[in-house]
T-cell receptor
Framework: AQKVTQAQTEISVVEKEDVTLDCVYE???????LFWYKQPPSGELVFLIR??????QNEISGRYSWNFQKSTSSFNFTITASQVVDSAVYFC?????????????FGKGTRLSVIA | DTGVSQDPRHKITKRGQNVTFRCDPI?????LYWYRQTLGQGPEFLTY????????KSRLLSDRFSAERPKGSFSTLEIQRTEQGDSAMYLC??????????????FGSGTRLTVV
């Protein structure tokens, strides 16, 4: 069975601080995909990144960076120099790649509050 | 249209009533998913369509739930004899024909159902 654990329920930081959101996953599949989504107060889930299990290269996109480590089954997300607009709930998700249709399995999310 | 539209945004209904939600996907994307999100949880998969064919249903989708996607365009999700436990955000997601992993899923803003 697939499972995603986001142990941090809520995080509060002061603007301009760096913050890391943790994600640990479980799967028996050797080929799988990992995702991060942002859910602002409006409710819409916004796609941030996708990573496949064969690509352990870390990625940086502006203030966002992701650290994928298969050895610890983790896919952590770091926001550098946080801003108030980063306040949202962030979800990590997992899906296997066998069929191409498999739905996403989400973690419970981490609520990030960035205080001005 | 560049996004997934869901209607209504909010629905309050009395227990025992039937409700129907609508999802209008991005026109060129042929895969459509329904998810349910309860308070403090991540989205959970309900069902999936490829064009008009409903290919997968979750165990969460009891016999009171039915989904359709006539002509492979918009989709409806109906809940009959609503119960208080049905109160949740119902999210629709759409992905390209090529692969949902290339771009991630595009989610709508959801329909928030409250059963009183």
């Amino acid at each position: 069975a697939q499972k995603v654990t986001q142990a941090q329920t809520e995080i509060s930081v002061v603007e301009k601080e760096d913050v890391t959101l943790d994600c640990v996953y479980e799967t028996r599949d050797t080929t799988y995909y990992l995702f991060w989504y942002k859910q602002p107060p409006s409710g819409e889930l916004v796609f941030l990144i996708r990573r496949n299990s064969f690509d352990e290269q870390n990625e940086i996109s502006g203030r966002y960076s992701w650290n994928f480590q298969k050895s610890t089954s983790s896919f952590n997300f770091t926001i550098t120099a946080s801003q108030v607009v980063d306040s949202a709930v962030y979800f990590c998700a997992l899906s296997d790649a066998h069929s191409g249709n498999t739905p996403l399995v989400f973690g419970k999310g981490t609520r990030l509050s960035v205080i001005a | 249209d560049t996004g997934v539209s869901q209607d209504p945004r909010h629905k309050i209904t009395k227990r025992g009533q039937n409700v129907t939600f609508r999802c209008d996907p991005i026109s060129e994307h042929n895969r459509l998913y329904w998810y349910r999100q309860t308070l403090g949880q991540g989205p959970e998969f309900l069902t999936y369509f490829q064009n008009e064919a409903q290919l997968e249903k979750s165990r969460l989708l009891s016999d009171r739930f039915s989904a359709e996607r006539p002509k492979g365009s918009f989709s409806t999700l109906e809940i009959q004899r609503t119960e208080q436990g049905d109160s949740a955000m119902y999210l629709c997601a759409n992905s390209p024909r090529s692969s949902p992993y290339d771009y991630g899923y595009t989610f709508g803003s959801g329909t928030r159902l409250t059963v009183v």
